[in-house]
């Protein structure tokens, strides 16, 4: 049957102090159990903490260098592994680790900067945690950074760099269901729209890579072996993770797609644009065939505003929140 899918409405709006850059995937949500989630978006270079217990709260990017010029925040992300959870920052100098809350900083990575010629901005961007004790962080030059992360303290090391992408990283996923055979558990995707699929641990496999065809992929999730991406042409592209075959492509906005999320438990993705719609999916693998199937579930219009976030609020995909360029709040629906 189908299943009877709850309507979203707006719920609430929660003030930031300045609004949100045009930056994708520009909204950070933790979901702590039996508490209210916290939020974190970009401005500039600084990023907002609102939620959870306690009061607002603002970072700024770590310069090296001179006080005048402070670099730009590219991304924020929490990242979950089994022993703790902290707060990761990119930016055009380098990478800032905190413990949850923002309270204290746990590392500081810098790029290196003076190898680059003048012409190229250099800057790092695409977050995830993976294989239970890395965190994976994207760079302008298409490599890949891996730190290991001890169970606490802040001797954080940076164990392997992943060098198979020529462009720019735009973003990069962990498996949030559980992976088939042979199916990786790491998807890393650039500006040119490829794709490497890989498998975690002691030392990363690239298992396989998927070229692009000459849209950028501004975001992408995977949930049991389903690859699921968004590209500047407004399409969703379903592949799967193990083969790197498509299987499933959406004309699903009109204009760029900023932001995707999944929520683990159901297989609902959540897509926001330039187009100021957000749209909810629900993916799902046909038991008889083990066909990819994509259903539309919801569509919510956020008028006159260029969505740059969108994020789950809980793991079922029950709510969610949306952030918007030049919007100084966070929706709640």
Known sequence: GVPTLRPYRRERSLALRSSSSALYNNLAVLCPPARAPAFGAVHGT??????????????????????LSTPLLTQAAWCELPSRVLLVLTSQRGVQMYESDGSTMVFWHALDVSEQPAAHSVFARGIAAAGGRFICVGTSSGAVLVFDIPPKGTNVTLSEVLEQHRDPITDIA????????????????????????WSTGEEFTLLGK?????????SVTLW????????????????EAGSGRIRAQVSAHARWIYALDLAPLTGKLLSGAEDSFVHVWKLSRNPDTDDIEIQHCHAECVTDTQVCGARFCDPAGDTFAVTGYDLSEILCY
């Open 46 to 67: 600084t990023l907002s903490l609102l939620g959870n217990e306690g009061p607002p709260r603002q970072l700024q990017a770590r310069g090296g260098g001179s006080a």
């Open 174 to 197: 962990a498996e949030q269901g559980q992976a088939p055979d042979r199916a990786g558990d790491l998807v890393t995707a650039d500006d040119s729209g490829t794709l490497c699929l």
């Open 210 to 218: 998927i070229p692009g065809s000459g849209s950028t992929c501004s």
């Open 224 to 239: 049991n072996g389903i690859v699921a991406a968004g590209y500047g042409n407004g399409q969703i592209r379903l592949w």
